[in-house]
DNA sequence: CAAAGGTGTGAAGAAGCCGTGAAAATGCTG
DNA sequence: CAGCATTTTCACGGCTTCTTCACACCTTTG
């Protein structure tokens, strides 16, 4: 937050940490580009009006290099410069007075905006990588390896849940839908499928790991330390 | 624009036209919808308070299946309303009376926005080259070639997700539109279109990969070192 | 030590999916 | 309105995938 009034500072530091954003602030243009630069923020909020420098050179020095949201504070309704700042590169131009929420909704919509929801879905272990996003399994014997839309399925809900055991029942219910229950078998089947296709040795698993009258496991201890 | 003010509508209209921006108009919620879902905007303008539907209703129905930036205008200064509005989805919230300065200005940071990953908008493999950008493609034996638009849109689809599989259900959602999640047969058809118009050897494709029950993968292993 | 339940195989028929060519319907252009 | 390009629909053979089953193996339990 780049705002030299110590009062919207204070109330908008108290609003912002209330809802667990975390929040920096400078006084100055010169000083907001240094935090900016330093604290890598998701979401930059400047007030028009500052002591040192115009407001459109503190977004457009924003932008020089970085792409984070930037929203305009400003008591000026003035025209000229609203398109000004969006034009030097603000997102979002709201005017003093303000309400807390809208400002607040204004936050998380340009939050929302910037973040392309990535969840980091590849797993990799020593013998194989996992790519859920792509629905891509590569071995690093054989390269591209080929599964069924039932395999698959199947995989992505261990790995999803991978560490924890799964239920027989989960894993039907999941796959399956919630008419097979009791069909215990195709698990049997297609686990086996799997490990064929994926464990290094598959009457010896590593990876998929049945937990008797239970269900099964995914674990990807990185082994690291042999024994 | 969805909008069931003649006057704003001829307004807006006028000034957009002018600046080469192309405008289709819809006056209610429902056909505002529909006509999203056949002209995939770059933008839309809603106005709240349309006489079928909540304003967040149509929100949340574009933000359904769509990641267009979208745009309210409003009559009510009233905050609630505002961030529902952004809540629902929307990017922007602009207040009439309003200056067409100003809402140019946010249409201009709305479209920069939505416009970064262009991260290579032009393709080329060992046998052909698209460009995204100019919509066009290029064999290396016979030069250009001409897509039809549903062609060109499921190329597209694939392409801009190379590398990643694509489910049935997401390309025929993002070429077809919502309702025809079920019509496998189109994909079949049209995908043997292109593998006809791109692969050199359609009957065993290279690049417009089929994976079984599931969808489609567009890959470009620049073939590489073998082994 | 024998019985019982749960698990790992391999194989075979059934079911469903894909590629294909072509015809009917639709929309567009002049 | 005719002529053309495009989209939608359909039915077939060939192939992949799913389901089902029988049997061997293991571990636990009385």
Redesign the pocket.
């Known amino acids: 937050m780049i705002d030299d009034e110590p009062a919207i500072c204070r109330a908008l530091r108290i609003n912002l940490t209330a809802r667990s954003y975390e929040v920096k602030t400078a006084s100055d243009g010169a000083s907001g580009l240094a935090t900016v630069a330093r604290e890598r923020p998701d979401v930059v909020i400047v007030d028009l009006g500052l002591p040192d420098m115009d407001g459109a050179e503190v977004i457009r020095g924003i932008r020089g290099w970085s792409t984070a949201p930037i929203i305009v504070l400003s008591a000026r309704e003035n025209e000229v410069t609203k398109v000004a700042a969006l034009d030097a590169g603000a997102d979002d131009y709201i005017t003093k007075p303000f309400g807390m929420d809208e400002l607040l909704a204004r936050l998380r919509a340009a939050v929302r905006r910037a973040t392309p929801a990535e969840d980091a879905p590849v797993v990799v272990t020593d013998d194989f990588t996992i790519d859920l996003a792509a629905k891509r399994v590569r071995t690093n014997a054989d390269g591209e390896i080929?599964?069924?839309?039932?395999?698959?399925?199947l995989l992505e809900v261990l790995v999803r849940n991978r560490g924890k055991l799964v239920t027989?029942r989960q894993l039907l219910h999941d796959v399956?839908g919630p008419a097979?229950s009791t069909?215990?078998?195709?698990?049997?089947?297609?686990?086996?499928?799997l490990?064929?296709k994926l464990e290094p040795d598959?009457?010896r698993?590593r990876y998929?790991l049945?937990?008797?009258?239970?269900?099964?496991r995914f674990e990807n201890e990185s082994v690291a330390a042999g024994s």
Chains 1, 2 share one sequence.
């Open positions: 080929k599964l069924t839309p039932t395999q698959w399925q027989q399956w097979y069909e215990a078998n195709y698990l049997r089947v297609y686990v086996a499928q490990r064929r598959p009457s698993p998929l049945t937990e008797t009258g239970m269900g099964y």
